[in-house]
C-alpha cells in the first residue's frame, strides 16, 4: 500500500495514453455488461418450484388454441387459488410500428386482475372494466406514448378475430393500470372483456390462448403442473404447464441460439481489447527500464517491481470495469424498450463478480509479462540507455 | 506538386519504418479487424435471411389469404371461396386445370438440432397443384408424398435444422404418426423450411375443417396480377387480398430484418468506439516516437499538411489491412452458415451470406475509423513547435 503513490504517478507518466487505455478497456466492460445479463437470461434453467404464476399453453404448437371449459377444469383442481383465461388479440393499432409497441389481449377480466396483482387499477376504473362489454385498459407506458385518456375511443383493425362487421373493432377505455413492482415494470399491454370479444368474433368462438393460475402452496408448483398436462394429456388438445418466464423465453429463444451469439461476440471484444492492451501496458513498461532500474539501485526486491508493475495493470482494469459495469447497469433499466415483453433486465451480482474477475484475469494476462521483464531488467545496461 | 511529393515522399518513410513498430501496428489492425468481423457477420445474418424470404423471385406467384390476415397461420379460405377463386381470370391454365393449390398451414413444435426446446416447424397441406405453382421445387432424395396417406416430405433447410426428418423417420404430430418419404429442394427459398403433407390429412388430424390456409397462384403472366386482383375484389363472396409472393415474404421479413441490422449496428457502433481509441493511442504514440523526425522534416521545410496527411495515410492504410483482413475472414468461416430463426410465426432456415457489397460496407468502416484515429495524433504532430521537439532530443 505504501507504494500506490509511486503506482499511480507511473500511470499518469503519460495522461494521454492512460487515458486512451482506460477507455478502450471501459467499452470493453461496457459491452460485457450490457450483453451478459442477455446471455444469462436465455440459460437460466426454469425451475418450478416456488413459482406462484403458471401457465397452461397449448402443448404441440402456437397456433393451437385451448377450449375456454379448461378454465373452468382447471379453476377446480384442488391447491389452485385463481384461474383465468387470456387470448391473444392481436390486430392493428394505427400502424404496425405502433402496434409493436404493446400486445393486445382478450381476458376474463375479474380473475386476470386478481391473478395479476402486480397491475394496479383504481377500484372504480377496475368496476368499469368488468362490468361494461366494450371496456379496455391499457397500462401506464402506453397510454404516455399514444397519449390515450379515459374514456378515449380506441379503433383496432382485426388480423385474426373478425366480426361482423369485418375488421373494426372499437374498445372504451376506462382505465389505466400502473405495475407495482415500480417504474421498470412492463406497463405496455392491452386488455380487453373476454366475454364481449367471444360474442362479437365469427370464427373460433369459445377457444383461448392460456390459462394462467396462481396456486394455494407455491411448493406444489410442479406437481400441480403435471397433474394438469396429465388430465389432459389424451384429449384432442393437450396442454404444457410451465412458467410465464419459460414460455416467453422459449418464443424468444426460437430467434436462434441467441446466448451463443451473445458469447461469440464477447469473446471477440475481449480477445480484440486483450491484445490492445497488453501492447500499450508492455511499451509503458518498455519505456521506463531506465526507471525501474533506478527503483531496484535504490533495493527494491524484483518481487516488489514485480507487484508495482501488476498493480499497475490491476488499478485500471478494476476501475475501468467498476465504471463500465456501472454504465451497463444503468442503461439496462431502459431494456424494457427493446425487448418489452421479458422483464427488464438486471445487471445480477453474478455479472457483476464474472466482470472483475475477467478484469482480475485480464490484468494478470496483460501485467505479467512485462512486469517479468521489468525484473529481469539489467541495471547497468538500462541505465546506460 | 510540391505539396503531393512532400506527402508520398514522409508517407513512405513512415511506411517503411512500419516493420519496426509491428506491435503498435497490429493494434490497429486487430482492433478495427474485430469491429469490421462482427459487424459483417451480424450483417450478413440479416442479408442471408431476407434473400430467403424474398426467394426465388418469380414475379407470376401469388398468395391469396382471406382479407385482414398478414399471415398464413391466420389465414381462413373456406372450400367454396376456393373453387371460386380458381376460376377467375389470370390464373395460368394447365392441362389438368387453372394452376391455383388451395393450402393448409399450422405451425408444429419440433426441436432443434441440439437442444430441447421445441420451435415453431411450419406444416404446409398442400394439394396436387402445389408441386406444379412451386415449379422450382426438385426431389433431392426419396419421393413425393402419396395423397390420402400419412406421409411428409420435408424440405432441405429443415432437415438440416430440426431433429427427427430424415427420410424414414416417423414423426409424432397430435398422436399420429406420419412417415418421412422425401427430401425436396427450392434452391433456398423459405419453402425449404417446410414439411408438406396432404392438405386433406392435415385439416383432419388437426381439425381444420373446410378451410384451406392461404392459396398459391401461379398467374399467365406477370401482367395479369391486376386482372386477377380486381376479379376477386368485385366478387362479393369473397373476402380476400392479394399479394404478389415477393411482397408477402419480403413484409413478413422486415421486422427480423430490422432487428439483426439494428443489434448489428449498435453493438459494432460501441466496439468502434473502443476501436478508435486504441488507434488514437497506437497513433498519438507512433508520432511522438517520431517527434524528432518530425521536427526535422520540418525544419528542412517539410510542410504542416504533408505531415498531418502522412500520419492519416498511415492509419487509415493500416485500418484497410485489418478490415480486408476482417472481410476475408467473415467470408471463409460464415459464408453459407446454416441458421434458423423465427419468421413471422414459424422458424426459417437460411444461410449467412457474406457479400461482395457487405465487404465493402465493414472496410468502409475501417477507413472511417483509421481516418478519425490518425486524425488528431496528425495534428498533434503538425502543431508541434520545432524549436522544442528538436530541444528534447
Redesign the interface.
Known amino acids: 500500500m505504501k507504494y500506490f503513490g509511486l503506482i499511480l504517478a507511473s500511470l499518469w507518466r503519460k495522461p494521454l495514453r492512460t487515458s486512451l487505455t482506460a477507455a478502450t478497456l471501459l467499452v470493453a466492460f461496457l459491452l460485457f455488461g450490457l450483453l451478459e445479463p442477455v446471455s444469462q437470461m436465455f440459460s437460466d434453467s426454469s425451475n418450478l418450484a416456488g413459482e406462484s404464476r403458471l401457465w397452461v399453453s397449448p402443448r404441440h404448437s402456437i397456433s393451437d388454441m385451448l377450449p375456454v371449459r379448461y378454465h373452468q377444469q382447471i379453476q377446480q383442481i384442488e391447491g389452485i387459488d385463481t384461474a383465468a383465461h387470456q387470448t391473444w388479440f392481436g390486430g392493428v393499432y394505427i400502424d404496425a410500428i405502433s402496434s409493436s409497441a404493446f400486445t393486445r389481449w382478450a381476458v376474463s377480466a375479474e380473475e386476470f386482475m386478481q391473478i395479476n396483482s402486480q397491475m394496479v387499477l383504481p377500484q372504480e376504473q377496475l368496476n368499469a372494466f368488468i362490468n361494461i362489454p366494450t371496456a379496455a385498459v391499457v397500462g401506464r407506458a402506453t397510454a404516455e406514448r399514444f397519449g390515450m385518456k379515459l374514456g378515449d375511443k380506441i379503433p383496432l383493425t382485426a388480423d385474426i378475430w373478425h366480426n361482423e362487421d369485418g375488421s373494426h373493432w372499437t374498445f372504451d377505455l376506462v382505465g389505466i393500470y400502473d405495475s407495482a413492482e415500480g417504474e421498470n415494470a412492463d406497463t405496455s399491454r392491452m386488455l380487453i372483456n373476454y366475454d364481449y370479444f367471444d360474442e362479437y368474433r365469427i370464427v373460433g368462438k369459445g377457444i383461448v390462448s392460456n390459462v394462467v393460475f396462481t396456486l394455494d402452496d407455491v411448493e406444489r408448483s410442479a406437481s400441480i403442473a403435471t397433474e394438469i398436462d396429465s388430465m389432459f394429456s389424451n384429449s384432442q388438445m393437450e396442454t404444457l404447464t410451465s412458467t410465464e418466464q419459460d414460455y416467453l423465453l422459449n418464443q424468444l429463444s426460437q430467434v436462434g441460439n441467441i446466448g451463443l451469439i451473445v458469447r461469440a461476440i464477447m469473446g471477440a471484444v475481449f480477445f480484440t481489447i486483450l491484445l490492445l492492451t497488453a501492447n500499450t501496458m508492455s511499451q509503458a513498461v518498455r519505456e521506463r527500464l531506465a526507471e525501474l532500474a533506478v527503483l531496484k539501485t535504490l533495493g527494491f526486491q524484483n518481487q516488489n517491481i514485480l507487484l508495482i508493475v501488476l498493480a499497475e495493470a490491476f488499478l485500471l482494469s478494476l476501475i475501468t470495469a467498476a465504471i463500465g459495469l456501472g454504465l451497463a447497469a444503468y442503461l439496462l433499466q431502459y431494456s424494457e424498450y427493446i425487448v418489452p415483453q421479458i422483464t427488464t433486465l438486471n445487471l445480477g451480482m453474478s455479472s457483476v463478480m464474472t466482470g472483475l474477475l475477467i478484469a482480475v484475469a485480464l490484468s494478470l494476462i496483460v501485467g505479467l509479462p512485462p512486469a517479468m521483464q521489468a525484473t529481469r531488467v539489467n541495471i547497468a545496461a538500462a541505465l546506460q540507455r | 506538386m510540391k505539396t503531393l511529393s512532400q506527402i508520398i515522399a514522409i508517407a513512405l518513410l513512415n511506411l517503411r519504418n512500419i516493420p519496426a513498430r509491428l ?2 501496428s ?2 490497429i489492425i ?2 478495427i ?3 469490421v ?2 459487424l459483417v457477420s451480424l450483417l450478413a445474418m440479416a442479408r442471408g435471411f431476407q434473400a430467403t424470404m424474398l426467394g426465388n423471385g418469380f414475379d407470376d406467384r401469388v398468395i391469396i389469404l ?5 399471415s398464413e ?2 389465414g ?1 379460405i373456406t372450400f367454396e371461396q376456393a373453387g371460386i377463386i380458381s376460376n377467375k381470370p389470370g390464373i395460368q391454365k394447365s392441362s389438368t386445370g387453372p394452376l391455383v393449390a388451395g393450402e393448409s398451414y ?4 419440433i426441436s432443434k438440432r441440439g ?1 430441447e ?4 416447424v411450419p406444416l404446409r397441406g398442400v394439394s396436387e397443384n402445389s408441386f406444379q405453382v412451386r415449379q422450382e421445387l426438385s426431389l433431392v432424395a426419396g419421393r413425393n408424398i402419396e395423397f390420402g396417406k400419412f406421409e411428409v416430405m420435408v424440405g432441405v433447410g429443415a432437415v438440416d435444422q430440426f431433429q427427427g426428418l430424415e427420410i424414414g423417420s416417423s414423426l409424432n ?2 398422436n399420429t404418426d406420419w412417415q418421412v418419404v422425401g427430401i425436396f429442394d427450392t434452391g433456398g427459398s423459405i419453402y425449404d423450411s417446410e414439411i408438406w403433407t396432404d392438405a386433406a390429412i392435415l385439416n383432419s388430424v388437426f ?1 381444420r375443417g373446410s378451410n384451406y390456409s392461404s392459396m398459391a397462384a401461379r398467374l399467365s403472366s406477370s401482367q395479369d396480377f391486376e386482372q386477377l386482383r380486381s376479379a376477386l375484389e368485385s366478387d362479393p363472396r369473397l ?1 380476400t387480398k392479394i399479394q404478389r409472393e415477393q411482397d408477402f415474404y419480403g413484409t413478413q421479413s422486415e ?2 430484418n430490422q ?1 439483426i441490422t439494428g443489434v448489428g449496428i449498435s ?1 459494432s457502433s ?2 468502434a ?3 478508435i ?2 488507434v ?3 497513433m ?2 507512433a508520432v511522438s516516437v517520431r517527434s524528432v523526425e518530425i521536427a526535422t522534416l520540418r525544419a528542412l521545410g517539410f510542410g504542416r499538411v504533408p505531415i498531418v496527411t502522412s500520419v492519416i495515410i498511415e492509419s487509415m492504410l493500416l485500418a484497410l489491412i485489418g478490415g480486408a483482413l476482417a472481410g476475408l475472414l467473415a467470408f471463409l468461416f460464415f459464408n453459407g452458415f446454416t ?4 419468421g413471422t ?1 414459424t ?1 426459417v432456415a437460411f444461410e449467412f451470406m457474406v457479400t461482395g457489397e457487405l465487404i465493402m460496407t465493414g472496410i468502409t468502416l475501417a477507413l472511417v475509423l483509421g481516418f478519425i484515429g490518425g486524425l488528431f495524433p496528425s495534428i498533434a504532430a503538425a502543431r508541434m513547435p520545432i524549436t522544442v521537439a528538436l530541444r528534447a532530443a
Open positions: 506491435g503498435a497490429a493494434v486487430i482492433g479487424g474485430g469491429v468481423t462482427v382471406r382479407a385482414g390476415s398478414n397461420i391466420n381462413a399450422v405451425s408444429v413444435n437442444s426446446n421445441p420451435s415453431n404430430l397430435r381439425g373476402t421486422a427480423t432487428l453493438v460501441i466496439m468506439i473502443g476501436a481509441f486504441a488514437l493511442n497506437t498519438y504514440s441458421a434458423s430463426t423465427i410465426n422458424q
